[in-house]
């Protein structure tokens, strides 16, 4: 297939002359058209077509199209027949009132090309730069980020259906490539266990007896694994991909125990960053926040908040399920360096700030974090019945500290902290400590004090942010990042941001564009039509509460 490039500036003057006529007060297509111009071209896509070979489908309308469907929620199919059928998508895609369109599944496919070229940002930074070249977006001022879970399109299976399906899908897979190989190796009752789906077998409900279970499929894919790796096996059968992933999940979940394959225990298994899920989509992971757990992905949304302009989403990215919100956090803020939309400051809630971001974000972006740090974790320091690191004094350039006793440290040294990050190591004799009136209210070690204290930046930011947010002023400032859980919301409700639509990171991350695309082109007719944001809902009976 090759580009041939399409002119999108002009609109055919027959349609714009009746699309006029039949919207006479204009609506969302024709609004967002008029304001940001056709948005795409075809030369922002030319990397992904060759310069030979039959014409294609425009790409700047098919992504034109991709980003309408969002908006309007509608499939491939309901999507073609909008593009043959409907006036406003004629006047948007500067289309001839006769032209008929394309073939559904040309949606498909171009959604193909860009996931595998990872060219969904591309869609949703052209949106982003039209709405900046419009006066909407501009860098500087407040933008707030936050999270939310991101369901897989397939189910989540328990341990035991996850291990029965993966070693069923190898087998399938294999009986395909090398039936009569498989027979000669299959036991009978493999036939049993392994040709119907799960969901559609009773597995023991005694737990013993599910632990039983779960080790003779262990056993049995053991089997299959070594006959996969003989000399006899047919060539190729170790290259397909459910035979992989069988040998994978069998590495994670089972061991040898005097020569038996015997199920890990839950504590022995991998963390979830790397813990494989199910064999339908083998990137998806499981994530866990507070009491909630699921398999799948996490999408982080930064938007604009200022009141004299449309809440514009300024970026999105997509993770597997347990990656930490702090650790995006640098991704986030390179992003919005490319696209020249730093803010002055980033409102945030406490799972992405931490002192050594603040001071990251402070000396790389000039960007100034907004956000609840962590409170002092031991109780007796939190409660103040012990001494914190903010009761001693600590000289950075001689390398010392100064105790509430009066004592110096005798012990100074660089070391690292279980993340793998740099902090200081600092002791106090017990010669001092132990004599000293003040033990009781410092330290129960019987060697002396310990401190641990983060490099000198972070331990000044760490004490300053403590400090400030306690007070009125920072929590008024903090106050406008609430909105953006009204995002999320909306992105839920109206766009199923929380569920994929397509199987694996790549095509998901490219849905996430798309949906930002679309909220985008949502919020920036309603502020063409003057519509204003939706107020907090308060209950009838919360707002009985008194104020004074």
């Known amino acids: 297939m090759s580009l041939r490039g399409v002119d999108l500036a002009e609109i055919p003057e027959e349609t714009a002359r009746l699309a ?66 409907r006036l406003d998508w004629k006047y948007a895609l500067s289309l001839e009132l006769a032209d008929m ?19 969904g940002r591309a869609v949703f930074d052209a949106v982003l730069t039209a709405a900046g070249e419009a006066g909407l977006v501009k860098a500087g001022n407040r933008q707030r980020t936050d999270a939310t879970h991101v369901l897989a399109v397939t189910r989540d299976l328990s341990r ?3 291990v029965v399906e993966t ?32 969901e559609d077998s009773r597995f023991p409900s005694r737990w013993a007896a599910r632990i039983e279970h779960g080790d003779q499929c262990g056993a049995d894919g053991a089997v299959l694994l070594e006959a996969v790796w003989s ?13 992989e992933f069988l040998r994978q999940t069998w590495v994670q979940q089972f061991h040898r125990v005097d020569g038996t394959v015997r199920w890990r225990e839950p504590k022995n298994t991998p963390p979830g960053l790397i813990r494989l899920r199910t064999p339908h989509e083998p990137e998806a992971r499981t994530g866990a926040k507070r009491d909630l757990a699921w398999s799948g992905y996490k999408v982080h949304l930064s938007e604009t908040c200022e009141p004299d302009a449309p809440h514009l989403i300024t970026h999105i990215h997509t993770t597997p399920a347990p990656v930490t919100d702090n650790a995006v956090l640098e991704d986030i803020h390179t992003a919005l360096a490319e696209r020249q939309l730093v803010p002055d400051e980033h409102l945030l809630d406490a799972g992405y700030v931490d002192a ?16 609840p740090v962590g409170k002092n974790t031991i109780r007796q320091q939190a409660t103040g019945d012990f001494f914190d690191s903010t009761r001693f004094t600590v000289d950075w350039e001689q390398r010392q500290a100064v105790c509430p006793g009066g004592h110096t440290s005798v012990q100074w040294r660089d070391a690292q902290s279980h993340r793998g990050t740099p ?77 994929s639509r397509y199987r694996g990171l790549a095509k998901t991350r490219l849905q996430h564009h798309f949906t930002g695309a679309a909220v985008n082109l949502a919020r920036i007719d309603a502020w063409l039509t003057g519509r204003p944001l939706a107020r907090t809902r308060i209950s009838p009976f919360a ?3 008194p104020t004074g």
């Open 101 to 119: 369109g394309f073939d559904f599944s040309v949606l498909s496919e171009f959604r193909a090309r860009l996931a595998e070229s990872d060219a």
């Open 543 to 545: 707002a009985l509460r």
């Open 160 to 162: 035991l259906e996850f």
């Open 356 to 371: 050594e971001q603040i001071h990251h974000a402070r000396r790389d972006h000039s960007i100034t974090l907004v956000g």
């Open 167 to 198: 070693l069923r899908a190898a087998l399938n897979q294999i009986a395909e490539a090398a039936g009569d190989w498989l027979m000669g190796l299959a036991a009978p009752e493999w036939f049993d266990r392994y040709s119907a789906r799960p």
């Open 231 to 243: 000399t006899s096996a047919p060539p190729g059968l170790r290259r397909l991909p459910a035979v």
């Open 423 to 499: 902090v200081t190591r600092v002791r106090f004799a017990e010669r001092h400590c132990t004599p000293c009136e003040l033990r009781t209210s410092c330290t129960t070690a019987e060697t002396g004090r310990n401190l641990t204290l983060r490099p000198k930046a972070e331990h000044e930011i760490l004490q300053q942010a403590r400090t400030e947010q306690d007070t009125d002023h920072w929590r008024r400032r903090y106050g406008h990042r609430a909105g953006v859980e009204g995002t999320i919301s909306q992105g839920v409700q109206a766009f199923g941001l929380r569920r």
């Open 20 to 85: 006029r006529a039949v919207f006479p007060k204009g609506c969302l297509v024709m609004r967002v058209r008029d304001a940001l111009g056709p948005v795409f071209a075809d030369a922002d896509f030319e990397e992904l077509f060759s310069a030979r070979g039959r014409p294609v489908v425009s790409p700047a309308r098919l992504a034109l199209v991709s980003v309408l469907q969002f908006a309007e929620g509608l499939t491939d199919r309901q999507a073609a027949h909008a593009v043959r059928s």
